[in-house]
């Protein structure tokens, strides 16, 4: 069981905005050292946000990061087909010295 | 152009031991904090732990559950990071993956390996 809380599934249409959250204790959010990686199926995950909400280069404007008390989120904007994929938030946890990942989400584009 | 490659994958039964090996090109290695990340089989991503560079100390963190069996080296003369894996169980079974992501925070080094396929089963 993760650490790090995400819905197990999320949808949208085409065009849509959609938000994926992610929560934790306030320890481990609170750092604001969170990233979110998206993977496809049988590849390896892609890093598309880090530091909470910056995003690296040739990462779309679309996809954007932000926190709401312990719960972070993940935007997609502008909702494209090929969006459709997995989701996972990872927190660095500064007491462990370790890495913690959600349990991931699955965005369905209907 | 970067690339992370790791070997070593194998079928391996219950209780035994794996080394697997991840060789790195395209980048000063040597100045590199690299990272082991595993996905077991339709579950989602796990960190396994981080080693410095050696500049750096070359010291090493482990999730907490598994700092007691897996060990994380390097061979810098031969670009390459070692993941050495004891006392294997069936729950071990999954892609293990090298990358340069999750080392340092907010960094943002995403290179990551194709994984490699570790098998625990009788």
């Known amino acids: 069981q993760s650490v790090l809380t995400q819905p197990p599934s999320a949808s949208g249409t085409p065009g849509q905005r959609v938000t994926i959250s992610c929560s934790g204790g306030?320890?481990?959010?609170?750092?604001?050292?969170i990233n979110w990686y998206q993977q496809f199926p049988g590849t390896a995950p892609k890093l598309i946000i880090y530091?909470?909400?910056e995003r690296p280069s040739g990462v779309p404007d679309r996809f954007s990061g932000s926190k709401s008390g312990t719960s972070a989120s993940l935007a997609i904007s502008g909702l494209q087909s090929d969006d459709e994929s997995d989701y996972y938030c990872?927190?660095?946890?500064?007491?462990?010295?370790?890495?913690?990942f959600g349990g991931g989400t699955k965005l369905t584009v209907l | 152009e970067v690339r992370l490659v790791e070997s070593g994958g194998d079928l391996v039964k219950p209780g035994g031991s794996l080394r697997l090996s991840c060789a790195a090109s395209?980048?000063?290695?040597?100045?590199?904090?690299m990272s082991w990340v595993r996905q077991a089989p339709g579950k989602g991503l796990e960190w396994v732990g981080r080693?410095?560079?050696?500049?750096?100390?070359?010291?090493?963190d482990y999730a907490a559950h598994l700092i007691d069996r897996f060990i994380i080296s390097r061979d810098d003369s031969k670009s390459t990071v070692f993941l050495q894996m004891n006392s294997l169980k069936t729950e071990d079974t999954a892609v293990y993956y090298c990358?340069?992501?999750?080392?340092?925070?907010?960094?943002?080094?995403?290179?990551w390996g194709q994984g490699s396929l570790v098998t625990v089963s009788s």
């Open positions: 990358t340069s992501s999750l080392v340092i925070p907010g960094a943002h080094n995403d290179y």
């Open positions: 395209g980048f000063t290695f040597t100045n590199a904090w």
């Open positions: 080693i410095k560079s050696k500049p750096d100390g070359a010291a090493t």
């Open positions: 306030s320890s481990i959010i609170g750092s604001n050292t």
């Open positions: 530091n909470l909400n």
């Open positions: 990872a927190a660095y946890d500064y007491n462990l010295n370790e890495w913690l």
